[in-house]
C-alpha cells in the first residue's frame, strides 16, 4: 500500500489591500494526479469525415497524466465530470470573496504541482519551484505526497468592467511545466462575479457552460504523427457531450496551452457569440490566453467547431457541437431490453404512449462498436399485427444476424414507421426524434443525441 505523506503549509494571510476578498465561502476540492491512458479517438474513425483516420495520425493511445476529481478526502470516491471536459481536469469553481482549498494527492512517480492562474496566493500555495530572491518559491509534491493548496478569490479574480459575469483561468503543475502539461496536467478554475454565483459557484445567468482547450500535444518528440491536434484531448469530432438545448444561454470558456505551434482560432459553425458588446464567430487564442464569450442557442442543428488554422484543421482541431431542436412526441417509450444473453436473440419492452391503437411497428436498429462509432446493421424489425392499445406494453422478440456480437457495446432501436389500426401512420421527422440505446454494461446513460453514423464499408 502507498504510504502517503501530508505537508501542511499555513493558510496566507489576509491582505491589507482595499481590493482584498471579502469573507466568502470556502470551497474544498479533492483532487489526485493519476497515469491514465488516453485515446485521442477512441471511434477509431475521423467522425467528421465518416472516414477512417488519417494518416500519420492513425496512432491515438498514449501514457498520461490527469488531475482526477474525488469526493472524500480519503481519495476513494470518484466525482463524475461531463464528458465535454475530456482530458481536462476537473472545473474549479470560485465566486469573488471565496476561499478555495485543493486537497491534492500525487499517486504518480514524479514530482508534481497545482499552480493556478489568476487567483491570490502566498508564496507557499504558489504551485511553481524555481528559484527566487527567497530560494525556493515552492514545495514539489513527491509521489505519495499530500498537499493542500489555499488560494482566494479576490476582486482581481474575478470578471472586470464589460467582461461576463463569470470568466475562466488555467490551472497546470509548473515543475517542468511544459512537459507536464503535455502530459495531461491541466484544468480550469471559473470565478464569477460577487452575487452573481449559484450555491455551487456557477453563474446565475447562463443555462448551460462548456469549458474548451485548443492545444497540439506532442506525443512523439516533434515527430508529425504524434502531433494530436486536440479539443480537450480529442481530435477528428471525437469530442462528446457539447450539446445543448435550443433556446439556452449558453457560456464558452476557451484557452489554449502549449508551445509556437499553439496559435489559435476558435470558430463556430451555425452561430454566433459576443462579448465585449460585439459578435464574433472566431475567437484568437495564443499559449495561455483565455477568452470567455456567450451565446444564444437559437438554431437548430448539428454544427462544427473547430481551429481555423489550416495546419490544425487538417491534423483534426475539430469537434461537433449540437443544438436540439424544441422535443417533438415520440408516441412510444422503450422499456427493459435484453441483447446479450443469447448473441443470436434480443428482446426488449415498447409501451404505447399515443392516443390511437397500434397496429404494428417496423423498427431499424444501428450499433456502438466503440465510443462514438455507430454503425448502421441491415436488420429491420417487423412486429407483429396483434393490437397495442393505448397505454399497453408489449414484449418484442427479435432474431440478430450480427456477425460479431460480442463486440457490440450498444444497440439503438427508433421505429422508423408506426401504422395504427385506424390506417395512419407516423414518421421521425429525423433519427433524433425518437431512439433508445441498450448498453451491455447496463449502467451508461442515454446520449441526449447519437454521433454521426458510420456507414462506410471501410475496415477500421
Given at each position: 500500500?502507498m504510504?502517503?505523506?501530508?505537508?501542511?503549509?499555513?493558510?496566507?494571510q489576509?491582505?491589507?489591500?482595499?481590493?482584498?476578498?471579502?469573507?466568502?465561502?470556502?470551497?474544498?476540492?479533492?483532487?489526485?494526479a493519476?497515469e491514465?491512458?488516453?485515446?485521442?479517438?477512441?471511434?477509431h474513425?475521423?467522425?467528421?469525415?465518416?472516414g477512417?483516420i488519417?494518416?500519420p495520425?492513425?496512432?491515438?493511445k498514449?501514457?498520461?497524466?490527469?488531475?482526477?476529481?474525488?469526493?472524500?478526502?480519503?481519495?476513494?470516491?470518484?466525482?463524475?465530470?461531463?464528458?465535454?471536459?475530456?482530458?481536462?481536469?476537473?472545473?474549479?469553481?470560485?465566486?469573488?470573496?471565496?476561499?478555495?482549498?485543493?486537497?491534492?494527492?500525487?499517486?504518480?512517480?514524479?514530482?508534481?504541482?497545482?499552480?493556478?492562474?489568476?487567483?491570490?496566493?502566498?508564496?507557499?500555495?504558489?504551485?511553481?519551484?524555481?528559484?527566487?530572491?527567497a530560494?525556493?518559491?515552492?514545495?514539489?509534491?513527491?509521489?505519495?505526497?499530500?498537499?493542500?493548496?489555499?488560494?482566494?478569490?479576490?476582486?482581481?479574480?474575478?470578471?472586470?468592467?464589460?467582461?461576463?459575469?463569470?470568466?475562466v483561468?488555467?490551472y497546470?503543475?509548473?515543475?517542468?511545466?511544459?512537459?507536464?502539461v503535455?502530459?495531461?496536467?491541466?484544468?480550469?478554475?471559473?470565478?464569477?462575479?460577487?452575487?452573481?454565483?449559484k450555491?455551487?459557484g456557477?453563474?446565475?445567468?447562463?443555462?448551460?457552460?462548456?469549458?474548451?482547450?485548443?492545444?497540439?500535444?506532442?506525443?512523439?518528440?516533434?515527430?508529425?504523427?504524434?502531433?494530436?491536434?486536440?479539443?480537450?484531448?480529442?481530435?477528428?469530432?471525437?469530442?462528446?457531450?457539447?450539446?445543448?438545448?435550443?433556446?439556452?444561454?449558453?457560456?464558452?470558456?476557451?484557452?489554449?496551452?502549449?508551445?509556437?505551434?499553439?496559435?489559435?482560432?476558435?470558430?463556430?459553425?451555425?452561430k454566433?457569440?459576443f462579448?465585449?458588446?460585439?459578435?464574433?464567430?472566431?475567437?484568437?487564442?495564443?499559449?495561455?490566453?483565455?477568452?470567455?464569450?456567450?451565446?444564444?442557442?437559437?438554431?437548430?442543428?448539428?454544427?462544427?467547431?473547430?481551429?481555423?488554422?489550416?495546419?490544425?484543421?487538417?491534423?483534426?482541431?475539430?469537434?461537433?457541437?449540437?443544438?436540439?431542436?424544441?422535443?417533438?412526441?415520440?408516441?412510444?417509450?422503450f422499456?427493459?431490453?435484453?441483447?446479450?444473453?443469447?448473441?443470436?436473440?434480443?428482446?426488449?419492452?415498447?409501451?404505447?404512449?399515443?392516443?390511437?391503437?397500434?397496429?404494428?411497428?417496423?423498427?431499424?436498429?444501428?450499433v456502438?462498436?466503440?465510443?462514438q462509432?455507430?454503425?448502421?446493421?441491415l436488420?429491420?424489425?417487423?412486429?407483429?399485427?396483434?393490437?397495442?392499445?393505448?397505454?399497453?406494453t408489449?414484449?418484442?422478440?427479435?432474431?440478430?444476424?450480427?456477425?460479431?456480437p460480442?463486440?457490440?457495446?450498444?444497440?439503438?432501436?427508433?421505429?422508423?414507421?408506426?401504422?395504427?389500426?385506424?390506417?395512419?401512420?407516423?414518421?421521425?421527422?429525423?433519427r433524433?426524434?425518437?431512439?433508445?440505446?441498450?448498453?451491455?454494461?447496463g449502467?451508461?446513460?442515454?446520449?441526449?443525441?447519437?454521433?454521426?453514423?458510420?456507414?462506410?464499408?471501410?475496415?477500421?
Open positions: 500500500m504510504m502517503l505523506t501530508t505537508l501542511v503549509v499555513a493558510a496566507p489576509a491582505s491589507g489591500s482595499k481590493k482584498a476578498a471579502a469573507a466568502g465561502h470556502v470551497r474544498r476540492y479533492y483532487i489526485a493519476e491514465v491512458t488516453w485515446d485521442f479517438a477512441p471511434s474513425r475521423n467522425l467528421m469525415a465518416n477512417p488519417p494518416l495520425y492513425i496512432e491515438t498514449y501514457s498520461k497524466i490527469r488531475y482526477i476529481e474525488y469526493s472524500d478526502a480519503e481519495f476513494k470516491n470518484k466525482k463524475p465530470q461531463p464528458e465535454w471536459l475530456g482530458i481536462l481536469g476537473p472545473i474549479i469553481r470560485a465566486e469573488v470573496g471565496d476561499t478555495v482549498e485543493v486537497h491534492f494527492l500525487n499517486r504518480t512517480q514524479y514530482p508534481l504541482t497545482i499552480h493556478p492562474h489568476g487567483l491570490r496566493y502566498t508564496k507557499q500555495h504558489e504551485g511553481a519551484v524555481y528559484a527566487g530572491a530560494g525556493q518559491s515552492a514545495t514539489p509534491v513527491n509521489g505519495g505526497q499530500e498537499f493542500t493548496y489555499i488560494w482566494k478569490a479576490d476582486e482581481n479574480s474575478g470578471p472586470g468592467p464589460g467582461q461576463p459575469s463569470s470568466i483561468w488555467p497546470h503543475s509548473h515543475i517542468d511545466e511544459p512537459n507536464e503535455n502530459a495531461g496536467l491541466i484544468g480550469p478554475i471559473i470565478v464569477t462575479a460577487r452575487g452573481k454565483a450555491p455551487d456557477s453563474p446565475k445567468d447562463v443555462d448551460q457552460e462548456f469549458v474548451t482547450l485548443f492545444m497540439v500535444f506532442d506525443e512523439q518528440k516533434g515527430q508529425e504523427r504524434g502531433m494530436m491536434h486536440a479539443i480537450n484531448g480529442y481530435i477528428f469530432g471525437n469530442l462528446p457531450g457539447l450539446v445543448v438545448n435550443q433556446g439556452s444561454r449558453v457560456r464558452w470558456h476557451l484557452f489554449a496551452m502549449g508551445s509556437e505551434r499553439d496559435i489559435h482560432t476558435a470558430h463556430w459553425h451555425g454566433v457569440a462579448t465585449g458588446g460585439h459578435h464574433v464567430d472566431v475567437v484568437p487564442l495564443l499559449p495561455a490566453q483565455t477568452a470567455t464569450v456567450d451565446m444564444i442557442a437559437d438554431n437548430p442543428g448539428s454544427w462544427m467547431f473547430h481551429c481555423h488554422v489550416a495546419d490544425h484543421m487538417e491534423g483534426g482541431m475539430m469537434a461537433l457541437f449540437t443544438v436540439l431542436g424544441h422535443e417533438k412526441a415520440c408516441p412510444v417509450h422499456g427493459p431490453g435484453d441483447f446479450w444473453k443469447d448473441p443470436k436473440h434480443a428482446s426488449f419492452s415498447v409501451t404505447n404512449a399515443s392516443t390511437k391503437p397500434i397496429k404494428h411497428i417496423n423498427f431499424v436498429s444501428s456502438f462498436i466503440r465510443p462509432n455507430l454503425k448502421a446493421t436488420d429491420s424489425w417487423t412486429t407483429s399485427a396483434t393490437s397495442q392499445g393505448q397505454g399497453a408489449s414484449r418484442y422478440e427479435a432474431v440478430l444476424a450480427m456477425h460479431d460480442g463486440a457490440i457495446l450498444g444497440w439503438v432501436l427508433s421505429p422508423a414507421a408506426i401504422q395504427y389500426e385506424d390506417g395512419t401512420v407516423w414518421k421521425p421527422d429525423d433524433l426524434q425518437c431512439f433508445h440505446v441498450y448498453w451491455r454494461d449502467s451508461t446513460k442515454q446520449p441526449k443525441v447519437l454521433p454521426p453514423l458510420q456507414n462506410s464499408e471501410e475496415q477500421d
